[in-house]
């Protein structure tokens, strides 16, 4: 009986020191309860009910685990914690629990009622925001002081990756107070993201520079990060999308690194300073991508690595210095930049793996970092315009003083050319005075020559007339071989010529209406009716009318083919004109058959140009220009042929 008794009490005394209990006192207005200072039971199968963690038996699986670290959370296991609470009622305060964390996918808070009964809350971030008890980014609720007693509280956590399970035990007017400071921190930091992304816009406007661009979706991508990881952006910018918060952490992060690196390597030049370093940057971008896309589309737990992300800073950190090593002054306050990132990122880590206590300075050593890097940065982009600036300046100030030399040379270059014009500007009277009196003589000695030049154009003209009637009476008189026809008539112009004036000498008569009037027509040597309007060509109602080939030959043919001229075979005249037989032959049969009919008429061939008019056209034209003629002077039809 005795030993049985001793049991108990030592059983008793383990549960009491298992589960200690939270005194509600007004003297102490917060209490923040670690990971390891809580009682908890991990369900890693999801599936023990409520009533099985909350009945008595159960109690004794709820340990204190002194030894936990954050990297010993669980993923999507459920964690069951136990608070015990003694409410007092004669406390003067309101009182709330309060959970840091605002990534918990879900939490399931048990609150003790009367008769043994508990009223289940849902929260966490895959519900909406508006479903909560307090508007506030954390998850609070109001304890009940109804009765006094101890109360267990029951809570079940669980995410897909890490949940900092700290609960704080605070007062209302404690909480008032944390939240309102804590608000007016945000918006002091959010509202210098907002400030120096409009200043570095504008001054992109004025030097157009595409890094303050860089710089600019870099901050924003700190601010999408700060939001999504405290829970901001849920509460102001998707607050009915909880469906967001898993994504929103991994894809701000992502695009950090991302324009964190296009900036590094644009503001410090890296291409041209440090080529390996670039080629090492562009190959962080394409495997920071590539991860981010397998875990966008794969495997998305590969979102919440974030301490691989001290790869990419340190690579930013010494491609820095490597640079302002190298010479480049601007990357002093880059470095400094990154320095303080990489420390506070490095706070951050201790926090994580419990090396390090968590505060409040040290859970917001990530923003802190994050403001001082901004002004840094900024400093840095100003200094780098400053640095651009002075070497302009000093730029300008050398060209002001090689301009002021180049000046200086120019004057002294200035007097010795005036002096050598002076001399030249006298040399040059000399010869322009000598000039004048050869011009002169070649202006007599030109007019000279036009005179011994036009005298000879007239001899030149006359002897072209001389041998052109020389060969027309050759012409008519023996045969003329190709080459000298040539000389009379040398090209289509020619003969053109010559069909003009010997149909103006037979007249005109319209084939249409029979107008004898007419104008020149619409093509060259042509003849329009006045009347209606008909266009006669010049090779109409000749001989030529319909040729082929060029006119020059087809007038050899018709020479060569007059009865007294025809003394050559077609071999040798094609031969001769270069044609061919049939053509040769189908053009002289034409001509023949002109003969024959003018034989059949009694017409007296006397020329050859008696063949080129139709003769019907022509008589008729020619009787009608005889009946206008002078009675006393009458011609025959082989006279007007002739003509």
């Not at 004048?436 to 007239?458: C, F, G, K, P, W």
Request: proline share 2%.
């Amino acid at each position: 009986m005795i030993r049985l008794t001793v049991l108990i009490l030592l059983l008793d005394f383990s549960l009491s020191r298992a589960q200690s209990i939270i005194e509600i006192n007004d003297s102490v207005d917060e209490r923040i309860f670690m990971p390891f200072e809580l009682s908890y039971f991990i369900d890693s199968t999801n599936t023990i009910p409520f009533q099985k963690i909350a009945s008595s038996e159960f109690s004794g699986q709820f340990k204190q685990h002194s030894s936990y670290l954050n990297i010993d959370f669980e993923t999507n296991e459920s964690y069951w914690v136990r608070l015990q609470i003694r409410t007092n009622l004669q406390t003067k305060k309101n009182w709330l629990l309060e959970f840091y964390d605002q990534t918990i996918d879900s939490l399931e808070i048990f609150i003790p009622q009367q008769g043994g009964a508990f009223r289940v809350i849902k929260m966490g971030d895959h519900q909406q925001f508006y479903d909560r008890i307090f508007l506030h980014k954390n998850f609070e609720i109001p304890l009940e002081m109804k009765s006094d007693g101890i109360k267990q509280y029951f809570f079940k956590v669980r995410s897909h990756e890490f949940a900092d399970v700290r609960i704080a035990l605070r007062s209302v007017d404690r909480f008032i107070y944390y939240s309102l400071n804590e608000y007016y921190l945000y918006g002091m930091f959010y509202g210098m993201i907002l400030i120096v992304s409009v200043y570095n816009f504008l001054v992109y406007l004025a030097i157009r520079e595409v890094k303050f661009i860089y710089y600019i979706c870099y901050i924003l991508s700190v601010a999408l990060y700060a939001m999504s990881y405290d829970g901001i952006g849920f509460q102001y910018l998707w607050p009915a999308h909880p469906e967001l918060n898993d994504w929103a952490v991994g894809v701000s992060l992502y695009l950090l690194i991302f324009w964190s690196l296009v900036f590094t390597r644009r503001f410090l030049s890296v291409r041209a300073s440090a080529p390996r370093l670039d080629r090492a940057l562009k190959i962080m971008i394409i495997l920071r991508t590539l991860w981010f896309a397998f875990g966008l589309f794969i495997y998305p737990r590969l979102l919440s690595f974030r301490t691989l992300e001290i790869i990419p800073l340190s690579l930013i950190f010494f491609t820095a210095i490597t640079v302002w090593r190298r010479g480049y002054r601007p990357a002093r306050f880059f470095v400094i930049a990154y320095g303080v990132l990489f420390f506070g990122f490095f706070l951050r880590t201790l926090v994580y793996f419990n090396l390090l206590r968590f505060t409040t300075v040290t859970h917001y050593s990530l923003h802190f970092s994050f403001v001082f890097e901004m002004l840094f940065l900024t400093v840095a982009l100003g200094d780098r315009i400053r640095i651009l600036k002075d070497n302009r300046d000093r730029a300008m100030r050398r060209t002001i003083q090689q301009h002021e030399v180049n000046m200086q040379l120019k004057d002294k270059v200035n007097r010795e050319l005036e002096a050598k014009v002076q001399e030249r500007t006298l040399e040059l009277g000399k010869k322009n005075e000598e000039l004048e009196d050869s011009n002169a003589r070649l202006n007599r000695q030109s007019v000279e020559i036009n005179q011994i030049n036009s005298i000879l154009d007239l001899d030149n003209w006359k002897l072209k007339n001389k041998v052109k009637e020389v060969l027309e009476e050759r012409m008519h008189e023996q045969l003329m071989s190709y080459n000298e026809f040539e000389t009379l008539y040398p090209d289509d112009l020619s003969c053109y010529r010559f069909l003009e004036k010997l149909k103006e000498q037979a007249g005109f008569e319209c084939m249409k209406c029979g107008n004898v009037k007419h104008s020149n027509g619409a093509q060259k040597f042509s003849r329009r009716c006045t009347r209606c309007g008909y266009n006669e060509s010049v090779t109409a109602n000749t001989l030529f009318h319909g040729v082929k080939f060029p006119i020059t030959k087809a007038f050899y043919i018709s020479y060569i083919t007059l009865p007294e001229k025809n003394t050559i075979t077609l071999q040798q005249l094609s031969e001769r004109i270069n044609l061919r037989l049939n053509t040769i032959w189908a053009f002289r049969q034409k001509v023949l058959d002109r003969i024959n009919s003018l034989d059949a008429s009694r017409t007296r061939i006397s020329s050859w140009e008696v063949l080129v008019l139709d003769r019907q056209v022509f008589g008729r034209n020619a009787s009608k220009q005889s009946t206008h003629s002078e009675p006393s002077k009458a011609h025959s039809k082989e006279d007007v042929f002739n003509a």
